[in-house]
């Protein structure tokens, strides 16, 4: 039992949260289940100091400290990534995207960048976004028949439209992205390529999605995703862009860094080195394309026909249903994910014909082939039948068997054993 400082509600609604997480599969693309030890930095002291600039020359005294994290988590991620430079204070994926915009545009410039409607993302060009209001947006798309981005489209588009930065990167796109071809493409219209790697980051740090890296002027990413770390962003981009990066993160549209997520980052990079997290993320991709095998052979259709990465669109709209009522279905049975457009969708955001499921959080749990397989199998009885209450007991046991068999506490304690080993 967790013991909490005071009897204040919030810790209830903090050890309820807990509660939850244990209790249900987590298969929102986006999640995933932290170390202990990436858990424990959040909680130290590091977030009673102010520490506006960078390593060395900061607005505030008593920094030496919080320096030495902060050069840690840089040289980190610099070596993981095998990047040229890094800047790791954004607090979040979209505002490292606005610091990145910022650094490579002046307001008003075109960008060509995925639709969100075919998997992008808000902070790529929605109209309400900061992105969408200070820049001229542009947009490519998957193809209809195949569901997939075709690089000659792309080419076609940028050739069309002469972008200053080419934008690749998703949030709801299963296939690899061919970052050679987008490079190529933004060297001959004469833009930047930028890479928002959120999603994927996880996957490129194991080795088992192709590095943007040696590609992109600047990549982007979250921390919190499949790279498993604090929720955070962190931007690496090549040694010329660094001083533009660092003056748009810092004064441009960052205060103080939080230095407690800046040593929880450090410590999810060092993690992310070790050969158990390789191996994690092979296992996050073999287990989600387990997945979209298992639920495309009980007749559910996944869009493009399959996965490369950690998460797949499933299209429901062929069971009479609509996203929001699969999402719900799921959620009755404690399996949560999340309701998603899927690319020509007939339906509104807040409906979809899609639900999106991803694989990081449930396969750092510990969930296997096997698991995943019954998982997919108890799935696809729900989406099948879903107001079936003989159903959806059964399948609550089933989920019981698997949450209770794979403990998330018990994975946080044998992540931080595997480390030291
Ligand atoms: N909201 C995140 C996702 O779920 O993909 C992206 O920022």
């Known amino acids: 039992m967790q013991r909490f400082p005071s009897d204040d509600p919030v810790w209830q609604a903090v050890a309820q949260e807990g509660e939850r997480q244990e209790a249900h599969l987590e298969l929102i693309a986006s999640?995933?289940?932290?170390?202990?030890?990436?858990?424990?930095?959040?909680?130290?002291?590091?977030?009673?100091?102010?520490?506006?600039?960078?390593?060395?020359?900061?607005y505030y005294g008593g920094c030496e400290n919080v320096d030495r994290v902060e050069e840690l988590c840089l040289a980190r991620a610099r070596e993981l990534f095998g990047a040229e430079a890094a800047n790791v204070q954004p607090h979040s994926g979209t505002q490292a995207n606005v610091a990145a915009l910022m650094a490579l545009l002046e307001p008003k410039d075109r960008i060509l960048?995925?639709?969100?409607?075919?998997?992008?993302?808000l902070s790529h060009g929605h109209p309400k976004n900061f992105s969408g209001l200070f820049y001229e947006i542009h947009a490519?798309?998957?193809?209809?028949?195949?569901?997939?981005?075709d690089m000659d489209q792309v080419r076609a588009k940028a050739l069309a439209v002469r972008p200053k930065l080419l934008l690749a990167g998703a949030s709801a796109y299963s296939r690899y992205l061919d970052f050679q071809a987008f490079a190529a493409i933004a060297r001959e219209v004469g833009a930047v390529l930028m890479v928002d790697q959120a999603h994927i980051a996880g996957l490129v740090a194991g080795g088992v999605h192709p590095s943007p890296v040696p590609y992109a002027d600047v990549v982007t990413m979250t921390t919190h995703?499949?790279?498993?770390?604090?929720?955070?962003g962190l931007i690496v981009c090549k040694e010329a862009w660094l001083k533009k990066?660092?003056?748009?993160?810092?004064?441009?549209?960052?205060?103080?860094?939080f230095m407690h997520a800046i040593a929880a980052k450090a410590v999810a990079l060092r993690e992310a080195m070790s050969a158990e997290f390789k191996l994690y993320a092979r296992a996050v991709v073999d287990n989600a394309a387990a997945l979209a095998r298992t639920l495309s052979e009980r007749g559910l259709r996944i869009v493009s026909g399959g996965t490369d990465n950690h998460l797949m669109l499933v299209d429901?709209?062929?069971?009479?249903l609509n996203g929001a009522e699969a999402e719900s279905a799921l959620g009755a049975v404690n399996v949560t994910c999340n309701k998603n457009l899927i690319p020509y969708d007939a339906q509104p955001p807040m409906k979809t014909s899609g639900i999106r499921l991803g694989t990081a959080a449930v396969t750092s749990r510990g969930l296997g082939r096997a698991e995943i397989q019954r998982m997919a199998g108890v799935i696809a009885d729900v989406l099948h039948a879903p107001t079936d209450e003989a159903l959806q007991r059964r399948v609550r046991g089933v989920v019981r068997e698997l949450t209770e068999g794979f403990p998330i506490r018990a994975a946080r304690g044998a992540r931080q054993a595997a480390l030291r080993n």
Do not use: W
């Open 245 to 257: 990066l660092n003056s748009a993160v810092f004064p441009g549209d960052q205060g103080g860094p």
């Open 113 to 121: 960048a995925l639709s969100l409607d075919h998997g992008g993302h």
């Open 316 to 320: 429901v709209s062929g069971l009479g």
């Open 140 to 149: 490519y798309g998957v193809e209809k028949h195949s569901e997939r981005i």
């Open 225 to 232: 995703k499949t790279l498993r770390g604090p929720r955070g």
């Open 31 to 58: 999640e995933n289940h932290t170390s202990a030890e990436v858990l424990a930095a959040l909680g130290t002291v590091l977030t009673d100091k102010y520490a506006e600039g960078y390593p060395g020359k900061r």
